[in-house]
Nanobody, 122 residues
Framework: QVQLVESGGGSVQAGGSLRVSCRVFGYIYGTYCMGWFRQAPGKEREGVAAIDSDGGTSYADSVKGRFTISKDNAKNTLFLQMNSLKPEDTAMYYC????????????????WGQGTQVTVSS
């Protein structure tokens, strides 16, 4: 059984930075991808960034150059460093694990965390 637990969300002014973390409890078998998704009220869940088992990364165009995904395998932890935050980045942020063949598609992931709220004020 895999459990994902996010932390590190909060409130920040536009232009600020936050780092969210996702601790993985349990073992993820086989080839996998770890991703960050976000969902704002009234909107669909969207892929933000992903990192595969080889360390390859992918980003949504809206966050390229501002967000960085990374992982610490020794600590079973996934990170998302968010810089130059904008009000439109406000959302609940979720981490996910799964095959991730199409990294930005939620249905590619079968393990999800409970989410952590990120709020960016103007």
């Amino acid at each position: 059984q895999v459990q994902l637990v996010e932390s590190g969300g909060g409130s920040v002014q536009a232009g600020g930075s936050l780092r969210v973390s996702c601790r993985v409890f349990g073992y993820i078998y086989g080839t996998y991808c770890m991703g960050w998704f976000r969902q704002a009220p009234g909107k669909e869940r969207e892929g933000v960034a992903a990192i595969d088992s080889d360390g390859g990364t992918s980003y949504a165009d809206s966050v390229k150059g501002r967000f960085t995904i990374s992982k610490d395998n020794a600590k079973n932890t996934l990170f998302l460093q968010m810089n130059s935050l904008k009000p439109e980045d406000t959302a609940m942020y979720y981490c996910a694990a799964g095959p991730g063949r199409l990294w930005a598609k939620p249905y590619e992931y079968n393990n999800w965390g409970q989410g952590t709220q990120v709020t960016v004020s103007s």
